[in-house]
């Protein structure tokens, strides 16, 4: 450890006297940042010609040529501009069906409502303050009423059955009760993974492998053809949670993998001193090991949930109405057929905004651990 | 320790009691195997009274079959009469070329966006992120069916656009020129590989040779000959001749040169993208995670720039790449089965096409898992293989 002697502390050098254009911040900036060499200079010019030729054709094409509503159905100002601007009046005309499907218009209010229940119930999960057990009540006590606001079926609200369902919802749903099921499965997986029984255990690697090796489209498609063949004559289950299933095995085999990580980090001394405690194996893992576990990985555990909140999408192979197949089937009919680069465009920009929130929060998560 | 009987303690007998741990986890063992093989029995045997209560035979006997679905993008000959077999094997070689060119593409495209993250130039690192945040938090399956349709908005065959001589991009797809292979061409080409072989062994030989005594070796020499002089020898005395096809148009479609049809063009642009993102950030956090003390190290032996980028910091930095990069490789293979969703016929298209044709389901997606599965595995292997071939060999 160094000591405090009596020698000078280090003088600050003193301030250098900038003049001329060196003074301008904005310019010492652009000096430091874009032009420090020969080669970084040629690079930000060639750059900016682009970006500002890119930016111009954009803005021309997104605003300034764009129509952005027209009378009734008849697309024909779209027509006239096709090509040099865009058509958003297609968004206006659409956008209860892209984001609800057929779900009955007047009753449109308990979709909508079941999406800001999905979204406080995320933000609420973000929270430090609630990650403790009654966050689990919070989970079951919204999913429940996210199931009630869909089906109803009590007075006031009449019976909607989920072939009906459609769009942002039922991507949320799939997302989400992907997360809340295969999270368990996932930590029994895990658990199993790392257990001393070798039956348990090459039984919980083949189930991972198995799911990890083949494309999620494969398992939709056993979902989707292959479950009513393996089911008693005459049972068969909604299309929806068919594919609900499918999500659910998926997902518990990544997230197994991102547990076995997590218990892979606490170290050998917390299993050790927990037996010698006298716990047993569960009460092992659920109060010692466990909590620790997830703690370490809750950045790849969000990287892994906005994965398979994307890979939902892939449910339109199968035909389940999701938010991308709403938005495909909205330009089937004639009249906007032309114009579907626009409703790409505005769905990419829902996925997008769920997605870039999870991820900047996983980014924070990170760097606040990266400070400790 | 001292023990001082070198016997060993006698085993333990296992005692048939729930205090006992040995025989809790033997009856744990049974149970979970127990409820498997149950429910595995049970669904298998609801299969074979289901398939016999439809009149479907099990079995890959109807691979033989004639499969009487066309094929429009080949790389194999094929038509409509020929059996399931072989329009599987096109299914699996148009899964394949998509997916090799395309972790070609990714890498590079994304070690370039990779680096240029990292860049000193402001403009660049933003657009560089810009790039990867956008691609990476969209659906793969919009961005496919987005390029889908960008493809086929472009104007037909007789309005292409013609960016460069011989060039045409239009609905119809890609057109290039090119240059029609047969035998003796192919002869040659496989000869220019086996150069590339001979030129490796002699390149590992001296940089053995230069490891021992320090003396710098020109290595390049080597590869004109082998790889390029040696083969235009041949080619030349043989009379192989290479011809350029340049594509023009006749009617409403292209004659000559190679196509690259719409489907396949917007599958692999949207894969290479979006796989390139995250590779992007891969290489990025690889690059940062060598010391920067390394880059001062280097510099103050002297060594050029580019030398302390090749030899000293990427061989580092590959370390921390490859296993991640791995894992996008396998995505990437995997995510070319969206390629059902825009009508090109890889292999899961193809698996499906026969599914509902024969109602084969079973065996239809056993064939896929079987191919998915096993191209991983080599994957991983080859992966694994390289991983181990450049991993720190401590002393």
């Known amino acids: ?372 | 320790m001292t023990i001082s009987t070198p016997k060993r303690p006698p085993r333990p007998r296992m005692q048939f009691s729930l205090r006992n741990d040995q025989f809790k986890g033997l009856l744990w063992q049974i149970l979970v195997v127990g409820i498997a093989v149950v429910i595995i029995g049970w669904l298998w045997s609801n299969a074979v009274h289901n398939l016999s209560v439809r009149r479907i035979s099990t079995g890959f006997t109807f691979l033989g079959r004639e499969a009487g679905m066309p094929i429009t993008d080949t790389w194999i000959a094929y038509n409509p009469r020929d059996t399931y077999l072989r329009a599987f094997i096109v299914g699996l070689v148009n899964t394949l070329r998509v997916a090799a060119i395309g972790i070609v593409l990714a890498t590079i495209l994304g070690t370039m966006v990779g680096i240029a993250r990292l860049s000193a130039n402001w403009l660049l690192s933003r657009l560089a992120a810009i790039y990867v945040e956008t691609l990476r938090d969209i659906p793969l399956l919009l961005q496919v069916l987005f390029w889908y349709v960008m493809m086929q908005g472009l104007p037909p065959a007789r309005g292409a656009w013609k960016p460069i001589e011989g060039v045409f991009l239009s609905n119809r797809g890609l057109i290039i020129p090119g240059i029609p292979l047969d035998s003796a061409q192919y002869g040659i080409i496989g000869l220019a590989v086996l150069g590339l072989a001979v030129f490796y062994a002699i390149r590992r030989y001296l940089i053995a040779k230069q490891m021992a005594d320090g003396q710098p070796r020109r290595i390049w020499p080597y590869g004109l000959l082998l790889v390029i002089i040696l083969p235009a020898l041949v080619s030349w005395l043989a009379g192989v001749t290479w011809t350029i096809s340049m594509p023009e148009l006749r009617g409403f479609n292209f004659a000559g040169g190679w196509t690259v049809a719409p489907e396949y063009f917007a599958l692999l642009i949207a894969l290479v993208t979006y796989t390139s993102a995250f590779i992007a950030e891969i290489v990025r956090s690889g690059i940062q995670a060598v010391h920067k003390g390394q880059w001062d190290a280097a510099a103050a032996l002297g060594l050029k720039r580019s030398f302390v980028l090749q030899q000293i910091i990427l061989p580092q930095a590959l370390r921390v790449i490859i296993p991640p990069l791995t894992s996008q490789y396998l995505n990437l293979t995997k995510n070319s089965s969206l390629a059902v969703a825009i009508g090109y016929q890889d292999i899961v298209s193809i698996a499906n096409t026969t599914l509902n044709q024969t109602g084969q389901a079973i065996e239809a997606i056993a064939l896929i898992m079987l191919v998915f599965l096993t191209i991983s595995l080599s994957i991983s292997l080859f992966m694994n293989w390289y991983n181990a071939r450049i991993a720190l060999t401590e002393r």
């Open chain 1, 1 to 372: 450890m160094a000591t405090l002697t009596d020698a000078p502390q280090n003088p600050r050098p003193a301030a250098r006297v900038r003049t001329g254009w060196d003074a301008n911040p904005v310019l010492r900036w652009m000096r430091a940042n874009l032009f420090s060499s020969i080669a970084s200079t040629i690079t930000t010019l060639i750059l900016f010609v682009v970006l500002a030729k890119a930016i111009v054709n954009l803005a021309s094409w997104g605003i300034l040529n764009a129509v952005w509503t027209v009378p009734g159905n008849d697309t024909n100002a779209c027509r006239a501009a096709r090509g040099i601007g865009a058509c958003w009046a297609v968004i206006p005309e659409k956008y209860r069906f892209i984001l609800f499907g057929t779900y009955p218009f007047d009753q449109q209010w308990r979709p909508a409502l079941a999406v800001l229940t999905f979204i406080a119930l995320f933000y609420v999960s973000t929270r430090r303050s609630f990650w403790r057990k009654e966050l689990v009540l919070i989970w079951a006590g919204a999913l429940s009423l996210i199931g009630l606001l869909m089906w109803g079926g009590i007075p006031g609200l009449p019976f909607v059955s989920q072939e009906r369902w459609g769009g942002l919802p039922v991507t949320l749903v799939l997302a989400t009760f992907g997360l809340a099921f295969g999270f368990p499965l996932g930590i029994l997986v895990a658990l199993g993974r790392r257990s001393k029984l070798p039956a348990i255990r090459s039984l919980c690697v083949l189930y991972v492998e198995l799911i990890r090796g083949v494309p999620l489209i494969s398992l939709l498609f056993m979902a989707s053809v292959m479950f009513p063949l393996f089911m008693p004559e005459g049972f068969n289950i909604d299309k929806l949670l068919r594919a609900q299933i499918a999500i659910v095995l998926f997902a518990g085999a990544y997230l197994a993998e991102v547990i076995r990580g997590g218990l892979q980090a606490v170290p050998r001394g917390q299993h050790e001193a927990a037996e010698a405690l006298g716990l047993s194996y569960w009460q092992r893992n659920r109060l010692i090991v466990l909590p620790q576990a997830i703690r370490h990985v809750i950045p790849p555990l969000v990287n892994t949930f906005i994965a398979f909140f994307k890979d939902t999408s892939l449910v339109l192979i199968i035909g389940i109405f999701d938010l991308l197949t709403t938005a495909k089937t909205a330009i089937i009919d004639p009249a906007w057929q032309a114009f579907s680069v626009e409703v790409y465009l505005f769905v990419a920009a829902i996925y997008f905004v769920f997605c870039f929130a999870m991820s900047r929060y996983s980014r924070q998560l990170e760097q606040a651990r990266a400070e400790r």
